[in-house]
């Protein structure tokens, strides 16, 4: 079983992937901030990976429900020019990340993407593993147990399955991406039988 902590941005993270969720999205977070389960810092950082797997759209009104119900932080708050001038360090911060989370597959998978779209391999590595997941305010391992959460109410099977096998490489249990599974399920059978025949794919 996850902590409360953890329950809740698997929670924020599903209800963030699609529109029909929004009410929900938004009655999640005053449960949450009411209960201080996780920091408005942490449900920040699942939004801001959001857009990798759902897309701008979604990554933006997650943040703005986020502003309604948490306010504005004025902590730690960058300029545009700081944000863009970080850029110089987010090929070998992604590098790192990928090498950690697809493990052994690593080389092979990025062969693929180079094979399919020299442009998605090189923005996946900046901005997917670079900018996004290799953001310090997040473990790497929660943040992978959302992502599986988010890719088991989307659908994208391809994904998911690189996903789980990338939490199990950062240091999750098969019952805790089983359990993240469940949640970003919501219910739907179909979707939960899918990700556990992949699930019971790992070692």
């Not at 408005?40 to 502003?67: C, H, N, W």
């Amino acid at each position: 079983m996850f902590d409360t902590r953890t329950t809740s941005l698997i929670r924020v993270s599903t209800l963030a992937s699609r529109p029909e969720f929004k009410s929900d999205l938004s009655e999640e977070l005053r449960k949450i901030k009411e209960s201080s389960s996780a920091t408005r810092e942490e449900l920040y950082e699942i939004f801001l990976q959001t857009y990798l797997f759902a897309g701008f759209p979604a990554a933006l009104e997650s943040v703005r429900a986020l502003s309604k119900v948490f306010g504005n932080s004025e902590s730690n708050r960058k300029s545009e020019e700081e944000v863009i001038g970080e850029y110089s360090n987010y090929l070998q911060l992604g590098e790192s990340l990928y090498k950690k989370v697809y493990a052994a597959n690593a080389g092979l998978v990025r062969e693929e993407m180079l094979r399919l779209s020299p442009e998605l391999a090189a923005w996946a590595m900046i901005e997917g593993y670079g900018k996004t997941l290799s953001r310090p305010q997040l473990d790497a391992k929660t943040r992978e147990l959302c992502i599986v959460a988010s890719l088991v109410q989307l659908g994208w099977e391809r994904q998911l399955y690189s996903h789980i096998l990338g939490a199990r490489n950062v240091g999750a249990e098969k019952s805790e991406i089983s359990e993240a599974a469940k949640i970003g399920a919501k219910g739907d059978e179909k979707k939960l039988e899918i990700a556990e025949q992949l699930i019971k794919k790992i070692v």
